[in-house]
């Protein structure tokens, strides 16, 4: 199924696992010019599994938070904000609501 797909059947508070590509560097990467030797060892994808709270999604991006906090149930709080690129996820997974 594809992800915008399965994105459309979620509801804000379902917890989802996705796994997605991270596009970073896991050291200090030069900030300056460098060679493409050099490159070849600074660029790397990184593989996730994020589990959080469904908040919503656009065009571009899924929204995810860490905690919900369901004192008034009308108006929940939430905290601990998540952006994923939607090109960057390889799978999403619905664990509970």
Known sequence: MKIKTTLK????????SIDWID???L????????SEADAEKVFKEIPVE???VYFGHGKENLFLVRDV???DIK???FNGACIIPIG???SVE???N
Do not use: H, M, N, Y
């Open 9 to 16: 059947k979620l509801k804000r508070g379902d917890v989802v």
């Open 23 to 25: 596009a970073g560097d």
């Open 27 to 34: 050291d200090d990467s030069p900030s300056s010019w460098f």
């Open 50 to 52: 994020t589990i959080a």
């Open 69 to 71: 906090e369901r004192q």
């Open 75 to 77: 108006s929940p709080f």
């Open 88 to 90: 960057c996820i390889r």
């Open 94 to 96: 619905k664990l509970s």
